[in-house]
């Protein structure tokens, strides 16, 4: 079943400990994305990837970090989580950027509580 | 950051009733819109891709509508049912700029 899987799904922390929320996607696709969701404001990029070992920043980038060392693979790392980054987190991908029609494929969310 | 607004921002409706929601986006450099519903713990699926000013787009009992020269779009739902409750979100753009949606809920 072509998907894009998260894990975890939940998860509570507390600041300062660094975490890791893996992303991996089956469908062979070039661009891999993250979002964060919070209570008000639309799903908002936190980074993305063209292609393996191409990373960009989107709107939000602060506090994480990202790595694509395999095109199935797109972790999301919180070095140091603080309180604001409690949220939902959304992983997606899609074939490329390239074409309009391109559309993009969500994961099923973690959420993540840091205390 | 683009500006993406979607209202209203929820609505309640009756099993059976027609309703729309929208989706404004700014007018120039149109590269893409898509609808998006989302139910409540669950992954955010892709309904419609809009590319062309004029587009009507139909899935089931859904349709939507593109006007890209006053920026902006619709989605109709007809006799709504329980099932369709959900937020439906468009993004915009090739960077997907999404609203903040509009959550739908029907009452049987």
Redesign the interface.
Known sequence: EAQVTQNPRYLITVTGKKLTVTCSQNMNHEYMSWYRQDPGLGLRQIYYSMNVEVTDKGDVPEGYKVSRKEKRNFPLILESPSPNQTSLYFCASSLLRTYPEDTQYFGPGTRLTVL | ?LN?EQSPQSLHVQEGDSTNFTCSFPSSNF??L?W?RWETA?????LF?M?LNGDEKKKGRISATLNTKEGYSYLYIKGSQPEDSATY?C?FG????????TSLTVIP
């Open positions: 950051i993406v590269y893409a898509h998006y669950k992954s955010p699926e892709a891709v590319t979100l993004a090739n960077q997907f700029y999404f609203g903040t949606g």
